[in-house]
């Protein structure tokens, strides 16, 4: 399956960098995520890049020319040779250069401007994002240091090189980042002028877990996924993301600061915790209504020759959004509550009603009857009511843009 277009990237001019690294290979790889994102993008290859791939692997990938001549614009008619390095930089949204040499790193530190893509990079005006990669001891060297220092303090946003094996056979720090990863700080890098930018954003998300002994437990189906496309999407409008969540097995969207829960009730007192200065909470969490009232110590056993079944106990938990409304009502923060109500009839009357009782700004309403909605799918049929009375339904859509849609209502509010 591919992979789904990224809103904040659509139609985005990126200009990515390449130079001399055997790692210019997992560019090939982002050049083709980039694109398939829905990015537009426009490759610049140093020479020594050249000695490891060609262009034409590139334009492959990215359907457009690829730049490698500051004095030639090969296949470019929209850009006239002299002014291809001012053209390229002026209607970008993003400068990455990945994978960055220790010898780019200098140059771009110290202003020198002899190819195409140091000049580029001179006279770019958009983000520029750098991802050293090169051999352990290159990159630890004081020159190499300090370079990268210079480039931070000047605003680029550098991404920090992973540990591992290099080409050389030696182990250390210095290699380039997975696609994933480095597509997730182009992406931060992106939002940072975002709807959300400087605001604070508690997600909780995926099914709680009530203890009936130490291997067993009484949970749902959510599957989590509805959650982290909301904490993607709050991370792509800009926004610090505090994702809690019962999940194990998903993706974390890079940048999100995560806190891992099970039961009902540590889910509770982190979200008290983290809602204590935070600018919205949304509560996409399937959180028990019951847990079983004691957790037997041991695991419980059948008993031999005997058919008896244990019969379970079962007591309610707290109900963490009236905690919330609570707390709120002192504090003043969460400053904007979002909830979720998955209902199975009368959805609209029941989810009115559980907006009014639980202090909500906006209750996502999701209909869990229909086959092609809700729980372990990928799409999701909601409607938005808001405290003023207001109900925005919105088609069947993936859980993704789902996100999106309730971001930019928490943005509006
Ligand atoms: N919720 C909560 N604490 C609970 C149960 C639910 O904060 N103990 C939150 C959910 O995260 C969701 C909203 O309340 O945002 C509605 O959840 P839902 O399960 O639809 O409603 P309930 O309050 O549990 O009511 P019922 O199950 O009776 O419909």
């Known amino acids: 399956m591919s992979p ?19 790692a210019v290979y997992k560019a090939v790889d982002l050049a083709s995520k980039l694109t398939q994102a829905g990015a537009l993008v426009d490759v610049i290859m140093t020479q020594a890049a050249q000695q490891f791939v060609t262009p034409l692997t590139f334009q492959s990938v990215t359907g457009r020319p690829v730049y490698t001549d500051l004095w030639r614009a090969e296949g470019s008619s ?11 930089g002026e209607g970008t949204d993003v400068l990455a250069i990945a994978p960055a040499t220790a010898n780019t790193l200098a140059k771009l530190a110290h202003g020198l401007a002899d190819d195409l893509l140091s000049v580029t990079a001179l006279a770019a005006r958009c983000p520029l994002l750098i991802a050293p990669a090169m051999d352990g001891g290159m990159y630890q060297h004081p020159a190499t240091q300090t370079n990268i220092e210079t480039l931070r303090a000047r605003g680029a946003y550098l991404i920090e090189p992973d540990e591992g094996r290099f080409a050389s056979g030696l182990v250390g720090k210095g290699r380039l980042p997975e696609t994933p990863a480095l597509l997730g700080h182009i992406r931060l890098a992106m939002a940072q002028t975002g709807a959300l930018a400087g605001k604070r954003v508690v997600i909780t998300a995926g099914g709680t877990r009530e203890a009936i002994d130490p291997v067993r437990y009484i949970s749902n189906r959510s599957s989590g996924r509805q959650g982290y496309a909301l904490a993607q999407a709050a991370l792509d409008a800009g926004a610090a993301v505090t994702l809690i969540t019962t999940v194990r097995d998903l993706p974390i969207p890079l940048g999100a600061r995560v806190v891992a829960v099970g039961s009902a009730q540590e889910l509770h007192d982190a979200v008290l915790e983290a809602c204590r200065d935070a600018d919205a909470l949304i509560m996409a969490a399937a959180v028990a209504d019951f847990r079983p009232k004691t957790v037997a110590a041991q695991k419980i056993k059948k008993r031999e020759g005997s058919d008896d079944a244990p019969t379970l106990e079962l007591t309610r938990t707290a109900d963490i959004l009236l905690s919330v409304k609570a707390a709120r009502a002192q504090s003043g ?18 989810a009115r009603a559980k907006l009014e009782r639980k202090g909500l700004d906006l209750l996502v309403a999701n209909d869990i ?41 928490v943005a509006a509010e």
């Open 369 to 409: 009857s229909a086959t092609d909605a809700g729980f372990e799918v990928g799409t999701n049929r909601v409607v938005i009511l808001d405290a003023a009375g207001g109900a925005t339904p919105l088609e069947l859509m993936s859980k993704t843009r789902v996100a999106e849609a309730v971001i930019a209502r």
């Open 333 to 350: 923060f969460p400053r904007l509550v979002v909830g979720f109500a998955a209902e199975s009839q009368d959805l609209l009357t029941n």
């Open 78 to 88: 929209a850009l006239p040779t002299h002014i291809a390095h001012v053209g390229l």
């Open 4 to 22: 789904e277009p990224i809103t904040l990237l659509h139609n985005k001019r990126v200009i990515l960098g390449v130079t001399g690294s055997i």
